[in-house]
């Protein structure tokens, strides 16, 4: 018996046309299906596999101004990044935090002639060098300008060796400075694109579609054609105007399209998840963010319990699989005896690992880590029809981004971009209490007969709209025996209204269950028992969904099932 077809794949076919056909779902292109539903415009989403599951599920959890940039000369991009980050502090609290971070500083003068020969003259080729405390402390200098939003961010500081250890004692000894400043936290990054994606498709109505698991393959004539990964039917819809949003897949996609290009040169960036209490510690609750000894910019990140480490930056292929290797980890192990040189850290510690491609321009020579993170719009035509490619973005620009996207996509149907997005809430981030009264004060309003801690766990978990879900969780329901602090009904919610196709989907995005560490087979089981009922999955199909996460998680995140189940 074949698959039956999901209704969001129906809703697509039904109405193969739409005034705009955006391909690719991760951050940029979600952002960019809500900017130009909230424009009114009919619009439609396919994204190849699911949500943000490519280059968006690969971020350091960081939305920062990125001060390594300025050296780069990249002066807009900096104040274009520090103030999203502060308008997302205020538009996505449930998910975005203010985070202290402090720079380990090992010399004083170092790289003050090197950085701008780099940037003036040899554009990032050559040996780097390290970045000293004089050309720190100029950099956060100009940062502050760029980052203070109103003084509402705290100016950076500067400690000698003696105020540093005393603050952090187990720092590497021969550091002679540290300094410290404030960018923000990413607690959740995929939910937080859920939460735009659920926005959109609620500000659009009936004229926002969206459907993940639905491939670009083709072109005929005018009509793009689309493929359904579960199904594997293939059918065509046609649009006013074409965004390719596919990030380092752009020239795949753009060639599938018949239209070939060559904007895209990605880098690859791997991290590992740690549960090593010992280095939790020693971070003191902030991000270590530093120049390893190779001039590479590395964090050391507290984050869920557990501490992340990242992220590399080498040259990397699209159209091949990609994981952390083991020279990465080693790098890694390297970097944390770098800055922690008393606390021993082994593959033992390792509870999770992922990788993906940035979505970087074509960089020809320019060093990996000098690659500009700046993005531009290309506008070509396929058809006739106008074809709009998205190269470069980050998370933290994401708004600003569909912004332009969609104020491009107006302009090319003839019509004015109306609507900011700029001081609109996200998803749960609305109404969401930002004091500790004002969290009991919300539990005690939304709780709905449930214990008032798991009202607090959910506001945590999903901001404001886990009114929604404690509404599918019936009072008095125990937690799943070997996920706790999950319900079945929650997960059920999940998989229900959230797109759920796979087990993968919930492990890996809808949650934060993989990336903690400790899944065992028997966790996997009781999820895909908990989603089953709602997505129709019969005991075989349980099975396999358990399969195949099982390999994923082996394949692409070195997890082997060995951990026992540890709540955060």
Same mark, same amino acid.
Request: net charge negative; glycine share 10%; with cysteine.
């Given at each position: 018996?074949?698959?039956?077809?999901?209704?969001?794949?129906?809703?697509?076919?039904?109405r193969?046309?739409?005034?705009?056909?955006?391909?690719?779902?991760?951050?940029?292109?979600?952002?960019?299906?809500?900017?130009?539903?909230?424009?009114?415009?009919?619009?439609?989403?396919?994204?190849r596999?699911?949500?943000?599951?490519?280059?968006?599920?690969?971020?350091?959890?960081?939305?920062h101004?990125?001060?390594?940039?300025?050296?780069?000369?990249?002066?807009?991009?900096?104040?274009?990044?520090?103030?999203?980050?502060?308008?997302?502090?205020?538009t996505?609290?449930?998910?975005?935090?203010?985070?202290?971070?402090?720079?380990?500083?090992?010399?004083?003068?170092?790289?003050?002639?090197?950085?701008?020969?780099?940037?003036?003259?040899?554009?990032?080729?050559?040996?780097?060098?390290?970045?000293?405390?004089?050309?720190?402390?100029i950099?956060?200098?100009?940062?502050?300008?760029?980052?203070?939003?109103?003084?509402? +961010?705290? !100016?950076?500081?500067?400690?000698? $060796?003696? #105020?540093?250890? /005393?603050?952090?004692? %187990?720092?590497?000894?021969?550091? @002679?400075?540290?300094?410290t400043?404030?960018?923000?936290?990413?607690?959740?990054?995929?939910?937080?694109?859920?939460?735009?994606?659920?926005?959109?498709?609620?500000?659009?109505?009936?004229?926002?579609?969206?459907a993940?698991?639905?491939?670009? +393959?083709? !072109?005929?004539?005018?009509?793009? $054609?689309? #493929?359904?990964? /579960?199904?594997?039917? %293939?059918f065509?819809?046609?649009? @006013?105007?074409?965004?390719?949003?596919?990030?380092?897949?752009?020239?795949?996609?753009?060639g599938?399209?018949?239209?070939?290009?060559r904007?895209?040169?990605?880098?690859?960036?791997?991290?590992?998840?740690?549960?090593?209490?010992?280095?939790?510690?020693?971070?003191?609750?902030?991000?270590?963010?530093?120049?390893?000894?190779?001039?590479?910019?590395?964090?050391?990140?507290?984050?869920r319990g557990?501490?992340?480490?990242?992220?590399?930056?080498?040259?990397?292929?699209?159209?091949?699989?990609?994981?952390?290797?083991?020279?990465?980890?080693?790098?890694?192990?390297?970097?944390?005896?770098h800055?922690?040189?008393?606390?021993p850290?082994?593959?033992?510690?390792?509870?999770?690992?992922?990788?993906?491609?940035?979505?970087?321009?074509?960089?020809?020579?320019?060093?990996?880590?000098?690659?500009?993170?700046?993005?531009?719009?290309?506008?070509?035509?396929?058809?006739?029809?106008?074809?709009?490619?998205?190269?470069?973005?980050?998370?933290?620009?994401?708004?600003?981004?569909?912004?332009?996207?969609?104020?491009?996509?107006?302009?090319?149907?003839?019509?004015?971009?109306?609507?900011?997005?700029?001081?609109?809430?996200?998803?749960?981030?609305?109404?969401?209490?930002?004091?500790?009264?004002?969290?009991?004060?919300?539990?005690?309003?939304?709780?709905?007969?449930?214990?008032?801690?798991?009202?607090?766990?959910?506001?945590?978990?999903?901001?404001?709209?886990?009114?929604?879900?404690l509404?599918?969780?019936?009072?008095?329901?125990?937690?799943?025996?070997?996920?706790?602090?999950?319900?079945?009904?929650?997960?059920?919610?999940?998989?229900?209204?959230?797109?759920?196709?796979h087990?993968?989907?919930?492990?890996?995005?809808?949650?934060?269950?993989?990336?903690?560490?400790?899944?065992?087979?028997?966790?996997?089981?009781?999820?895909?028992?908990?989603?089953?009922?709602?997505?129709?999955?019969?005991?075989?199909?349980?099975?396999?969904?358990?399969?195949?996460?099982?390999?994923?998680?082996?394949?692409?995140?070195?997890?082997?099932?060995?951990?026992?189940?540890?709540?955060?």
């Amino acid at each position: 018996m074949g698959q039956a077809e999901r209704a969001e794949v129906t809703r697509l076919r039904e109405r193969p046309h739409a005034d705009v056909l955006v391909i690719g779902g991760g951050i940029n292109g979600i952002a960019t299906f809500r900017d130009l539903a909230l424009q009114g415009v009919d619009v439609a989403l396919v994204e190849r596999g699911d949500y943000v599951s490519g280059a968006s599920s690969a971020s350091s959890h960081m939305v920062h101004g990125g001060i390594r940039y300025l050296e780069n000369g990249e002066f807009r991009l900096v104040k274009e990044a520090v103030t999203e980050r502060n308008r997302m502090l205020r538009t996505a609290p449930h998910y975005v935090q203010p985070l202290e971070t402090t720079i380990p500083i090992f010399s004083t003068f170092s790289g003050i002639l090197s950085a701008p020969f780099r940037l003036l003259v040899t554009h990032g080729r050559g040996k780097r060098r390290e970045r000293g405390a004089l050309l720190i402390k100029i950099g956060l200098v100009i940062y502050d300008l760029f980052s203070r939003d109103g003084g509402t +961010v705290p !100016r950076h500081r500067f400690r000698g $060796r003696t #105020r540093s250890l /005393e603050e952090l004692p %187990e720092l590497n000894p021969g550091i @002679r400075y540290t300094a410290t400043y404030f960018d923000a936290s990413m607690r959740d990054p995929e939910r937080l694109a859920l939460d735009v994606l659920h926005d959109g498709l609620a500000d659009g109505g009936s004229r926002a579609r969206a459907a993940n698991y639905v491939a670009a +393959v083709g !072109r005929n004539g005018a009509a793009v $054609r689309l #493929r359904d990964a /579960e199904t594997g039917a %293939e059918f065509e819809m046609t649009a @006013r105007v074409v965004v390719n949003a596919s990030g380092p897949w752009t020239d795949l996609t753009g060639g599938a399209l018949g239209a070939p290009s060559r904007y895209m040169g990605g880098t690859k960036g791997s991290h590992i998840v740690l549960d090593c209490p010992a280095l939790l510690e020693a971070t003191g609750g902030r991000e270590l963010f530093f120049e390893h000894s190779d001039g590479r910019i590395v964090l050391i990140y507290p984050l869920r319990g557990r501490v992340l480490v990242g992220t590399t930056d080498v040259d990397a292929d699209p159209a091949a699989p990609v994981v952390c290797t083991d020279d990465e980890i080693a790098y890694f192990f390297d970097l944390i005896g770098h800055v922690f040189p008393s606390i021993p850290v082994d593959a033992s510690h390792i509870v999770y690992t992922f990788a993906g491609i940035r979505p970087l321009p074509r960089h020809d020579d320019t060093a990996p880590g000098f690659v500009s993170r700046d993005y531009r719009i290309e506008q070509s035509a396929v058809a006739g029809i106008p074809l709009l490619s998205l190269v470069g973005g980050k998370w933290t620009t994401f708004r600003a981004v569909a912004e332009h996207l969609s104020s491009r996509t107006m302009a090319a149907l003839g019509r004015a971009h109306a609507v900011s997005t700029a001081r609109l809430p996200i998803g749960g981030g609305k109404g969401y209490p930002r004091t500790a009264r004002g969290r009991r004060d919300w539990v005690s309003a939304n709780a709905q007969g449930h214990d008032p801690a798991i009202a607090a766990a959910l506001l945590e978990r999903y901001g404001t709209r886990a009114s929604d879900v404690l509404a599918a969780i019936p009072v008095g329901a125990a937690e799943l025996e070997l996920v706790p602090g999950y319900f079945a009904a929650e997960i059920a919610h999940i998989a229900r209204t959230e797109h759920v196709v796979h087990l993968t989907d919930i492990v890996l995005r809808r949650t934060g269950i993989a990336f903690v560490g400790g899944v065992t087979e028997g966790m996997l089981r009781q999820l895909a028992e908990a989603a089953g009922e709602a997505v129709e999955w019969d005991a075989e199909r349980q099975e396999a969904e358990v399969a195949d996460t099982v390999e994923v998680l082996r394949r692409d995140h070195r997890v082997e099932m060995e951990h026992s189940w540890q709540t955060t």
